[in-house]
């Protein structure tokens, strides 16, 4: 089994402590796998609005993902928030993020029942059909290249492997009202994503559906989410009988009118999962795409010699 030989790998390598958290995101930052480093994320979700769309997240998660299966990559799983939506759903999880101070509170928070890989989307390091589902929350917002990131998911999927993902949606009922209103001259009904902040791409639903069919996925479930907790922030001290939203969801989802639209697709090819039997058999060189060897400190690409740390129970994947 991949965990046994994951853990056998690991297991004696010393766990670290979580890295500290004192800032917001920067404005802007070159590289989008660094955005979240060194930021207090888990503060972000402070707050009765913010919990409310937290919990509104967990459910459609849960609600989205199948019940069972055999391996499952968080992209950009944070300090692992999502996590208890699958941990006793998949035999083999893989939690996968760009900051290493983010990825060291997931560890902790999960108690090294994962495999943690520290890498950039962009650059994914692992082998064709290696997962049965892939779940990538807040993540798509900020690729710049969003129809790459879904050919290389499509690739890491086996047959009939789920996809769960979110977008932020540029033709949501607030952009739409401002803009009949001329309150702002964006168009919403446009089908280019819309960049307002640094880092930040909100799409047009039919431009995402698209992007997904040309990618080699089937007709997505939506969900929207994303009202209610605004609702609840203006309602005061009665925003505590104000629901999360998980009824209203699926119409939300239907008329792409919510702020996120959350989707669930499966990949239509025909490779089956593939047998995992060690541990590199997972990934491949992000360099050159080339086979890995392994040994206790770190994995080596057989063509270009990349080495790849593994440092307190993180392997880090990173190529600049």
């Known amino acids: 089994m991949l965990s046994e030989n994951v853990h056998a790998t690991i297991a004696s390598i010393p766990k670290g402590n979580p890295l500290s958290m004192n800032a917001l995101p920067p404005a802007h930052i070159p590289n989008a796998h660094n955005l979240y480093e ?51 759903r998949l035999e083999q999880i893989v939690l996968f993020d760009g900051s290493e101070s983010l ?86 009904f446009t089908l280019e994503p819309l960049t307002v902040e640094a880092n930040f791409f909100h799409h047009h639903p039919a431009s995402v559906s698209g992007l997904l069919t040309d990618a080699g996925f089937g007709k997505p479930i939506l969900r929207g989410a994303g009202m209610m907790d605004k609702i609840a922030a203006a309602f005061g001290a009665l925003s505590k009988i104000i629901p999360h939203g998980f009824l209203l969801a699926p119409l939300l989802g239907i008329t792409s009118l919510a702020p996120w639209i959350f989707c669930k697709t499966t990949a239509i090819k025909k490779e089956m999962l593939r047998h995992v039997a060690s541990f590199e058999d997972l ?38």
């Open 283 to 320: 990934f491949k060189c992000p360099r050159c795409a080339a086979r890995l060897t392994h040994d206790t400190h770190r994995l080596e690409c057989i063509e270009c010699k990349s080495n790849y740390p593994i440092r307190n129970g993180l392997i880090d994947m990173r190529i600049d």
């Open 103 to 188: 990825l060291r509170m997931a560890q902790e928070k999960t108690h090294g029942k994962a495999l943690y890989v520290l890498g950039d989307v962009n650059h994914l390091p692992f082998q064709p059909a290696t997962f049965d589902s892939v779940l990538m929350i807040r993540v798509f917002h900020h690729i710049d290249n969003s129809a790459k990131c879904l050919v290389d998911l499509h690739r890491i999927l086996c047959k009939d492997g789920y996809l769960v993902m979110n977008y932020s949606n540029k033709r949501n009922a607030l952009r739409i009202a401002q803009f009949v209103l001329k309150r702002t001259s964006l168009n919403p």
């Open 38 to 88: 060194d930021i207090d994320y888990p503060r972000y979700w402070d707050g009765i609005a913010r919990q409310k769309l937290d919990n509104l997240e967990h459910h459609l998660v849960r609600d989205l993902l199948p019940t069972h299966g055999q391996r499952l990559i968080d992209i950009g799983c944070g300090y692992g928030r999502l996590y208890d939506c699958y941990v006793n």
